[in-house]
């Protein structure tokens, strides 16, 4: 009898949270083909992160950080289609980016808009290390969590194995609903170490619905350093008041100068918000950015409780950050421009240090032997000063040590890759040595 009391006890507590076999299968399956690999939208094709599509299958969600500075990407499904999306919004304080595509997706993740609990089972998917639609599973460890005291976003914490090329990708739960974005892992930590965080869906739907319904405000900077208030501080400046954070700096061009505030005052309230802690002046901003009313902040200053009007910034002074149009690209470089000059046999009289060429590796001495696949001592006279190109450029060099080597010049991508030095190729992640 106690068996069977003890099984029944174990099936009412797992219930809940776990889903027929049946439904966990359609979930994750659905789950994973509406799971996206991020790349570079040029010829580099570079690996940037994971995301996945939402609701009807024309948005498509990512991290800001995953999109960095691009205004277009391109995705890659779990059958290999590809296609390019366009960046419309992105926030970098609640690290959410939205991506607009011309096709819609036939299968996409709707929102879990039940209660979450602790010890919740949940999966994320994505590409760690650049493992695509990868799936691990965890549960959810902590609610509530900021990690960050400057943003207003209340990570979920959970412990499903997350690692860097995660950041985008889903965070489910048994049923394929979509839970959260993962976004990051531990402090201090560049792998998984048994802590990963994640924006919950709930930020995600708010910044999709202002996004479309054009309800979209700026983000405000107050311009304060503050810090919280330890007992040796209480004692010091003999307050009694639970609340506040102490001011150590005001900016004198923005919002809180303009209202006020000097250093030393004790800020106790922000609009509605009372500050307890530094990280409540995040949301109380957001609350701000809304233009939900009672724009006032109260500080304590010598004893005295002072309620200042937030004076903001004239609108031209606050920016949004919505994407605009690509800014315009030159269409041709000639190899000068690159930073690249060349004697009439080939061989590279001066690589300019600032220039493209002697970033990639280019050096005075190496000999021009071919660009992109001809050879160059098939080129008319002076090609080394007429020739232009308005794509990028390979060129196969014959160095000092009586090698060859291809590099490849890209005027329209930012370089970022370590530099070859001395003519050694061990920095190059493009080469393989067998």
Known sequence: MRFIVWCTWIICMISPFESTASEFDEGINTARM????VRSDDTDDRFLGS???FQNGTTVITNAHVIGTSQTVMLKDIHGGQKRAQVVLKDVLRDIAILKIDTPYNTWLMPFTGTLRVAQPVMAIG??????????????????????????????????AINPGSSGGPLINTNGLLVGMNTQIADGSRYFAGLAYAIPVGDILNRITAHHLGTDKPTLELGLR?????????????????????????????????????????????????IKKTGDIAFAVADLSMNNGNNYI?????????KLPIILPKPKDIKLGLMGAAPHKKTSYSLKELGIEVLFDGEIKNSEPSGIGHSVGLRAGDEI??????????????????????????????????STRHFILDPWTKYHRLVPMGNANILDQDIVVF
């Not at 509406?34 to 690999?37: D, N």
């Not at 609610?143 to 959970?158: A, G």
């Open 34 to 37: 509406a799971t996206l690999v």
């Open 51 to 53: 995301a996945f599509v």
């Open 127 to 160: 590409a760690p290390l650049q493992e695509t639609y990868t799936i691990t599973k965890g549960v959810i460890s902590g609610l509530q969590r900021q990690k960050e005291p400057t943003s207003p976003v209340h990570f979920l914490q959970h412990d499903a």
């Open 226 to 274: 503050v810090r919280n208030i330890t007992e040796k501080i209480r004692q010091a400046l003999l307050i009694k008041t639970t609340n506040g954070v102490l001011v150590d700096y005001v900016d004198t061009h923005k919002i809180a100068a303009l209202s006020g505030i000097i250093a030393g005052d004790i800020l106790i309230r922000v609009g509605q918000y009372d």
């Open 298 to 306: 109260t500080v304590l200053r010598v004893g005295a409780s002072l």
């Open 369 to 402: 032997i071919a660009i992109n696949g001809r050879g160059t001592a098939d080129q008319t006279a002076g090609w080394g000063r007429t020739m232009r190109f308005s794509r990028p450029v390979l060129v196969l060099l014959k160095l000092s040590d009586g």
